[in-house]
């Protein structure tokens, strides 16, 4: 007879940081963007969700961080300003932004409410490149950036610059680092592309890694580290340690029609490309907000199992399966071998491969 072991959860207020998707809606668009291939309706997070959040987030006693962020740009959304004043003065808030829409008078709102970080978009600070991937000019970013250095107080907020690392844009992620440096970002998060399109598939630079690669993020990371910008890198290849910041994290993931998901993955549905392979991605929402609390949405069993499941690596690891080349499952999140649903079965976030702050 074998032994048998039952898994019981306590219930807690655990959250540690909360995402709020305050809109959907962007005003770029993108190469490399999810909305490239979805079809979703787009909106705002309605003004009663965001009250009752911030009516209930005293609930959560280890609460320290409230990101504004999403798939959308947060500060066009309406309540975008309601949010910040909501939040600041209680906890960290970041606010990640393509950087597109930060003038003087947004710029001093920001720094006047106490924001604690501000990431911003930079694929590169070569012209024609990032004009290529986002359709507008980098100097308007650039210029906004040095302008909140210049203005901030005792350090903040810090500024984190997010690098998506193709090979259009490797050329140019050493000076990147040496401009980032001289305008006084604090961090830059490099993280691979994961193509949402097929076409997409020849910016990939880990399958297969090639030395030009692993040449050039090392050489960035010595700049950083002698100019005094942080470069955090992605790993360049499969490794046997899994860990998902968003679980290790205790963190919650808001979408702005009051949707409650545990990673930027799930939050909406669209195709991705894991090593070259086809997969569809559907969201998965562990509750909504117009009917529950957060509390009881956080600490029901479905999202206490999902989140005991990925911390203790309990799912599948499809990239290294020696079946996956004829698994249907591999093509969708529906569902892993190992009965887990949602599946993270081939998350590159899980491995390191893609990073965001």
């Known amino acids: 007879m074998r032994d048998v072991f039952d898994i019981v959860y306590h219930p807690a207020p655990s959250i540690e940081r909360l995402y709020l998707e305050l809109t959907n809606r962007c005003n770029l668009s993108c190469e490399m963007c999810y909305r490239q ?118 350090g903040r907020p810090e500024i984190i610059w997010e690098f998506l690392a193709m090979k259009s844009t490797l050329p140019y992620l050493v000076e990147t680092v040496s401009q980032a440096a001289q305008l006084g970002v604090n961090r830059i998060f490099v993280s691979h592309i994961l193509p949402m399109r097929e076409e997409s598939l020849v910016e990939t630079l880990y399958h297969p890694i090639l030395p030009e690669t692993e040449r050039t993020f090392r050489e960035a ?13 992605p790993k360049n290849e499969l ?54 609390t957060l509390l009881k949405i956080w600490t029901s069993p479905e999202f206490m199992r999902y989140r005991y499941n990925v911390l203790h690596g309990e799912y599948a690891s499809c990239p290294d399966c020696q079946w996956v080349d004829g698994c249907d499952m591999v093509h969708h999140t529906d569902m892993d071998c190992l009965g887990n649903s949602p ?15």
Not at 90 to 101: A, F, I, M
């Open 37 to 154: 291939k979805w079809q979703e309706p787009l909106g705002d997070m309605p003004i009663e969700v965001l009250d009752s959040i911030a009516g209930e987030v005293a609930t959560f006693p280890d609460l320290k961080e409230v990101i504004l962020g999403g798939i959308g740009e947060p500060t066009i959304a309406n309540s975008f300003r309601q949010a910040v004043e909501m939040f600041a003065p209680r906890y960290e808030v970041t606010v990640t932004t393509n950087g597109t829409t930060l003038n003087d008078e947004l710029i001093e709102f920001l720094i006047s409410r106490g924001v604690a970080k501000i990431a911003l978009s930079v694929d590169s600070t070569d012209v024609q490149t990032f004009d290529s991937i986002r359709h507008q000019n980098i100097q308007g970013v650039l210029e906004s950036t040095r302008q909140i250095a210049e203005r901030r107080v005792n």
């Open 239 to 292: 490794k046997t340690e899994r860990y998902c910041k968003f679980v290790e994290t205790q963190s919650a993931v808001v979408r702005w029609d009051g949707e409650v998901s545990s990673c930027y993955r799930f939050l909406h549905s669209y195709p991705e490309y894991v090593f070259g392979r086809p997969k569809l991605i559907t969201a998965h929402s562990f509750g909504s907000l117009r009917e529950q």
């Open 343 to 357: 599946s993270c079965a081939d998350c590159l976030w899980g491995r390191g491969m893609t990073v965001c702050p």
């Open 221 to 233: 990371l010595l700049l950083g580290m002698r100019k005094g910008v942080d470069v955090v890198l």
